[in-house]
T-cell receptor, first 115, second 115 residues
């Protein structure tokens, strides 16, 4: 099992450009999350999904859109990138089963720089 | 969602026991307490989870008092490799308990272990 993978690992954008970050998990997890982490800071929740076809806003959703068309994939889109979106983006997934820890499994992160 | 408060940073020496306390005064009945560890340039990973009293696994112990308004992560005999950021999360575990799926990280505690 690959676990949680993120594509790409690094990206440099110019202000105003758009891009999509892809998160994929092969653990058949119901829930998926997108977080951002700025230097020296904790993780902040952008959007999350509790199942295929569902999405919900987190703490800092402005400037981002998400889609979960397939259970194993969670896409994060930046329509018009801004320097304030320079950050490391982490994706996570978790299951939802009674009696289990249901802990989050994180991907390796995508380092995004917006010039 | 219950808000968590942790010390920003802690220092320790190799071989010592380290205790990190997290405050969560408005924890709900269905909430569990989960701790994660994050190394630089990596996503967080699960350490331990509990609901009340004491939980112990191969890497840590978690102490939760009867009122559940705080919890303490205990790391026995730390080594240099335990230098990391530690996060406390409070939230519901599964849909059956009314879970919204939303999980918010706090600022975390940066633990520096010195030789």
């Amino acid at each position: 099992n690959a676990g949680v993978t993120q594509t790409p690992k690094f990206r440099v954008l110019k202000t105003g450009q758009s891009m999509t970050l892809l998160c994929a998990q092969d653990m058949n997890h119901e829930y998926m999350y997108w977080y951002r982490q700025d230097p020296g800071m904790g993780l902040r929740l952008i959007h999350y999904s509790v199942g295929e076809g569902t999405t919900a806003k987190g703490e800092v959703p402005d400037g981002y859109n998400v889609s979960r068309l397939k259970k194993q994939n969670f896409l994060l889109g930046l329509e018009s990138a801004a320097p304030s979106q320079t950050s490391v983006y982490f994706c996570a997934s978790r299951t939802d089963r009674r009696g289990m820890y249901n802990e989050q499994f994180f991907g390796p992160g995508t380092r995004l720089t917006v010039l | 969602l219950a808000k968590t408060t942790q010390p920003i940073s802690m220092d320790s020496y190799e071989g010592q026991e380290v205790n990190i306390t997290c405050s969560h005064n408005n924890i709900a009945t269905n909430d569990y307490i989960t701790w994660y560890q994050q190394f630089p340039s990596q996503g967080p990973r699960f350490i331990i989870q509990g609901y009340k009293t004491k939980v112990t696994n191969e890497v840590a112990s978690l102490f939760i008092p009867a009122d559940r308004k705080s919890s303490t992560l205990s790391l026995p005999r730390v080594s240099l490799s335990d230098t990391a950021v530690y996060y406390c999360l409070v939230g519901e575990k599964w849909k059956g308990s009314g879970n919204t799926g939303k999980l918010i990280f706090g600022q975390g505690t940066t633990l520096q272990v010195k030789p």
